[in-house]
């Protein structure tokens, strides 16, 4: 199995930040990503960013690295995880929301199934959780680009608010630092153990 991670948005992307500017989401996701990317191969499955860059790499050139891998792998050997953090606001002021999410694709898919793996992590890490439960799974759906034009299971994690303080604070910390590192690879692997390495 292939576990591709998307770092979300560059340095140059405009906002995507917190109000005080501690937190920029490029940065942030950057670093979970390699984060997960490390633990991932210690513990013996392969983790691969598919942007090294720190610059923003369109959506289009993004999911046509994620499908090349598709394609040389072959879909059902490849996920791929988009890594985000979320914002209620302009990203000028402080808001009041908080919580964890994960984005599918609308339909009934593997991304499903993948993102339930993620929820059950984030939830047993004690994270408030923000579901969607209409369709019987907790994620939400929409027409997501990175998420819309991949050709694997994918899912795009939104990790907290960069706009709320408290979030921020756990976010910034060692320990939020570990539990949303913890949450992505423990979501993943349960993944992997029950959907792919059972069959």
Known sequence: ???????????????????DGRLLEYAYA????LRVEKA??????????????????????RCSRVNDICNKSGTD??????IHCNAAG?????????????WTSVGD????????????????AGFKMRKDMTDGDPDKEGHLYILKHTLCPAVLT???FQDNREDVEYLLSEEGKEQITKLHVDGIIKYIREYVEAD
């Open 90 to 102: 302009n990203g000028l002021q402080w808001m009041s929301a908080r919580g964890w999410e994960a």
């Open 1 to 19: 199995m292939i576990v591709l991670i998307d770092n979300g948005h560059g340095k140059d992307t405009a906002g995507k930040r917190s109000p």
């Open 40 to 61: 991932l191969c210690e513990m013996g499955y392969g983790g691969t960013r598919i942007v090294p860059e720190e610059n923003d790499i369109p959506l289009p050139e």
């Open 109 to 124: 898919t593997n991304a499903d199934m993948l993102a339930t793996c993620l929820y059950d992590a984030a939830e047993k």
């Open 30 to 33: 950057r670093e979970i990503a």
């Open 158 to 160: 939104e990790n907290l």
């Open 77 to 82: 050997n490849v996920i791929l995880i988009s």
